[in-house]
């Protein structure tokens, strides 16, 4: 019931607009930023964001934003961040990530790796259903959201776009485990999902506290 209950408080609009803001930026935010994100009152907001911490979706700290130290540098404020705990309901209750990873163990032991990545390749494709490959690094961007990758744009040294970061990996539990397996088979599923012949490509480029794929123009289309 507590992740119930968790994902309850959702329900009111304003917590879930502060929520998801607040994960949108992937660092810790400030009452006031927060509360200009969501376009409601700074009292408000900080009403909400101690609320969605009470439920355990979001941790709070401390610290100044003014990047000053010392005498005059003011009081710290008081920070939000996602909490790093998974929540998820199924009624009634079923124990699909145990599944998950026995069958993981399973594929490791048996050096399943190639077939598995054929199937994720497979499986890919047919999320694309048929279309071409994927145009360019928006296009990216909104096939990537659709599967809860939170993807954002990491802009290059000189301005423009960069590549294509995702702040979170779908798969996370089992491949916390099994992670040469799962994340091979991750990037096997980009690799058909966005196409292996197009502007863009998906490498593995793992980063702490993200998932492991980046996508990013491919060289033959770079310049």
Do not use: W
Not at 164 to 183: D, K, S, T
Not at 187 to 212: F, I, S, Y
Request: include cysteine.
């Amino acid at each position: 019931m507590e992740d119930i209950d968790a994902i309850a408080v959702l329900q009111d609009p304003v917590r879930r607009r502060l929520y998801e803001y607040v994960v949108a930026q992937g660092r810790e935010v400030g009452r006031n930023e927060a509360a200009e994100g969501a376009g409601v009152a700074r009292t408000l907001a900080a009403h909400h964001l101690d609320k969605l911490t009470e439920a355990g979706l979001l941790q709070s700290g401390s610290r100044r934003l003014t990047g000053r130290s010392g005498p005059g540098a003011g009081r710290p404020a008081k920070v939000y961040v996602r909490a790093p705990g998974e929540r998820s309901v199924s009624l009634p209750g079923r124990d699909y990530r145990t599944a998950a990873e026995l069958l993981a163990e399973a594929a490791e032991e048996a050096g399943l790796d190639a077939g598995l990545c054929a199937a994720a390749y497979r499986r890919g494709e047919s999320l694309r259903g048929g279309a071409a490959p994927c145009e360019g690094l928006e296009e990216a961007v909104e096939l990537l959201a659709a599967r809860g990758y939170e993807p954002y744009v990491e802009l290059a040294e000189g301005g423009g776009a960069g590549a294509v970061r995702l702040r979170n990996c779908p798969f996370h539990a089992v491949a916390e485990r099994f992670p040469p397996l799962v994340c091979g088979m991750n990037l096997a599923l980009l690799d058909g999902l966005l196409g292996t012949d197009g502007p863009v490509r998906a490498r593995m480029d793992a980063r702490p506290g993200e998932c492991c794929v980046v996508v990013e123009a491919s060289k033959s289309n770079s310049h």
